[in-house]
């Protein structure tokens, strides 16, 4: 039957609207279906790539992802490497309570900040390090120049001295706004705080012309990329305000 | 009754210079100029330029093969739509390919894998050639300009990376210890990281190009 359909089809005017047609749906038809197949069949590993991603960028804050680039199956790596010092992963609201029945690591920030503060799901990545200090790791997103930035902030238990940051962007310029995923810049960050002494949050300021280097709420900022200095000042603090009052809350218990 | 037609060979010298020809003096940068965008924008480093020319060259091979399989059935109202079909197909599957197999590089490439859609290279292959050529003629044509397109870009990105970067496909040439930072006397060229600087190199190359071989020269 089908080969008769082939047939008459050969047959046709090539130059009829029907043919024309014909040809068009069928074609469309028939590579839908391929691409579709194509999309589904490769989608567990461009998920598996991005979830492996995400927990680089997560042990990067803490600095554990020395030999990631050279190790035979990065993918075992990150896993291993993760499993072993992420003790926990949980979810809080902004009045600083655990929700339950939610997955920290699947949570979409994007999402996420765009509701109003009270509804957001904030995660909370939970690490202990080899000499058994342990480290909370914050995610944050924000604008750059443009497009979106990202990162990781890990705080000591104190949740006030930053451990360690690492910052990513999508297109930032390079050589300028781009600069923000460099060692160096993102070295500035460690030590510093985000409490004053009187225990008011006052984020982290990226300075224009070079921060005081006694200031311990002040990094440099880069030069020939305000606008993304201050995109990133902005998503640490917006980011980290959220979680403000979980902050105090954990503070108190530890005078307690 | 059966004619046994005789058959050229796959490798005839007809065939050989469908694929030198790209290469050269029929080379789709640096004498069609087509596909001056990618070639700006994925230039900065050779490892990424490396992957985008192998997938431009896959997607120009196999956009004529099929093109060509297919040319004397396609309606010749919608023959663009068509073209652009299969190639938009083609670089839709290579896409999800790199983001499944080589996520880091695809992360660098962004959008412009995408973006071989709109190259002209692939468009002007299959007007000019696969619409009128056997597949395998056409196959080899498409090969042979991927082979020319990427030719150029990696010439192109061995110096934005070299210049730029002080690196060789991501290993460093150029000593940490030479640069300004560290107490020396060396600092990347900062303009070699830019778009701008691409194109001027590409003008370079085809003014040797053309001081070469003469031929090339317009009146």
């Known amino acids: ?256 | 009754m059966s004619e046994i037609k005789e058959k050229e060979s796959w490798f005839s010298a007809k065939n050989l210079k469908l694929l030198t020809e790209p290469i050269n003096s029929k080379n789709p940068i640096t004498v069609l100029v087509l596909g001056i965008c990618s070639a700006l924008a994925v230039t900065v480093k050779m490892k990424p330029a490396f992957v985008m020319a192998i997938s431009v060259m896959i997607v120009t091979a196999f956009s004529n093969l099929i093109i060509s399989l297919l040319r004397n059935t396609i309606p010749n109202r919608i023959r663009i739509i068509v073209q652009l079909v299969v190639i938009a197909a083609l670089v839709i599957l290579v896409d999800e390919l790199l983001k499944a197999y080589v996520y880091d590089v695809s992360k660098q490439l962004s959008v412009f894998v995408g973006l071989i859609i709109t190259n002209c290279i692939l468009m002007g292959r299959l007007e000019a050639f696969a619409l009128g050529n056997k597949p395998w003629p056409s196959f080899v044509d498409g090969i042979g300009n991927g082979l020319g397109y990427g030719l150029i870009l990696l010439v192109i990105s061995f110096f934005r990376e070299l210049l730029g970067s002080g690196t060789i496909w991501g290993y460093r040439v150029i000593s940490e210890s030479f640069y300004v930072n560290n107490g020396g006397f060396y600092e990347n060229n900062g303009m070699m990281i830019l778009p701008p600087m691409a194109l001027i190199l590409v003008g370079i190359i085809i003014w040797i190009q053309r001081s070469r071989n003469r031929k090339l020269i317009e009146e």
């Not at chain 1, 490497?81 to 339950?100: H, R, T």
């Not at chain 1, 949570?107 to 996420?112: G, S, T």
Request: aromatic letters at 10%; one cysteine or more; hydrophobic letters at 40%.
């Open chain 1, 1 to 256: 039957m089908i080969m008769g359909i082939l047939d008459n089809l050969r047959k046709m005017d090539r130059n009829s609207n029907l043919y024309t047609f014909l040809y068009a749906s069928g074609m469309v038809i028939l590579v839908a279906a391929l691409l579709a197949i194509a999309a589904t069949s490769l989608k567990p590993a461009q998920q598996k790539n991005k979830e492996t991603e995400k927990k680089i960028d997560i042990l990067k804050s803490l600095g554990k992802a020395d030999g990631v680039e050279t190790a035979s199956n990065k993918h075992k790596f990150v896993e291993d490497a993760f499993n072993k010092y992420i003790a926990e992963m949980f979810v809080v609201n902004s009045k600083g309570d655990k929700v339950e029945g939610v997955d920290a690591f699947s949570i979409d920030l994007k999402a996420e900040f765009a509701k109003p503060l009270e509804q957001r799901n904030l995660p909370i990545y939970k690490a202990t390090l080899d000499d058994q200090s342990v480290k909370y790791i914050i995610p944050l997103r924000g604008r750059g120049l443009w497009g979106p930035i990202w990162g990781y902030i890990s705080l000591n238990d104190d949740f006030n001295t930053i451990y360690g940051a690492t910052f990513a962007h999508q297109s930032e310029t390079p050589g300028l706004g781009a600069e923000i995923n460099t060692a160096e810049f993102q070295k500035q960050f460690v030590g510093k705080s985000i409490f004053d002494v009187n225990n008011k949050f006052v984020s982290i300021a990226v300075v224009k012309g070079g921060a005081d280097k006694s200031d311990p709420h002040g990094v440099d900022a880069i030069s020939g990329g305000t606008l993304t200095s201050k995109g990133l000042e902005a998503m640490i603090k917006d980011c980290l305000s959220s979680y403000e009052t979980y902050f105090n809350n954990q503070k108190n218990k530890n005078h307690e």
